[in-house]
């Protein structure tokens, strides 16, 4: 099984991005993610995850939100990360808007190993300090590598 730091690379990950809601920035990440050969249909993509997003929405606790879609589009379970300008609503229980947004995209076949991938990066999420990194870092190459020291 992959690693989050095996998933996620430099040019999937895109700061300070804008936004008024969560469709919009769900749109701006996925429109960015042809660094991910693993999805086929970018378009298709992104209706499965808004229509995933509006069924149950996922915004966590804490600032952050994992958006995301078993899909027979994707080959392999992909990931993007996007820091927000300011945070938006993607429904968490604590009514914090997110900032940090993990968005997966899952082959139907491989729902184990996301589940595990996304129990780590829940875990890594309770870190105060670790959300704090996230928000401060300066570049897409400096994310990722707070993700492989984690």
Not at 15 to 22: H, I, S, T
Not at 113 to 133: I, T, W
Request: hydrophobic letters at 45%.
């Amino acid at each position: 099984m992959k690693e989050i730091y095996d998933l996620l690379k430099p040019e999937c990950v895109f700061l300070d991005v804008p936004g008024e809601d969560k469709y919009e920035i769900i749109h701006h990440i996925i429109a960015r993610m042809s660094c991910q050969p693993g999805v086929a249909d970018l378009s298709v993509f992104e209706q499965e995850v808004v229509r995933r997003e509006q069924e149950i929405p996922t915004g966590l606790q804490m600032g952050a939100a994992l958006p995301h879609a078993r899909s027979r589009v994707v080959s392999e379970i992909v990931m993007a990360f996007a820091r927000l300008r300011t945070g938006v609503d993607f429904g968490a229980g604590d009514k914090e808007p997110a900032r940090l947004i993990f968005l997966f995209g899952v082959p139907n076949d491989q729902i184990n190993d996301y589940l595990k991938l996304v129990a780590k990066l829940c875990r890594l999420l309770k870190s105060g300090s670790f959300r704090r990194k996230l928000l401060s870092a300066k570049t897409s190459v400096e994310i990722v590598e707070l993700m492989k020291e984690a």
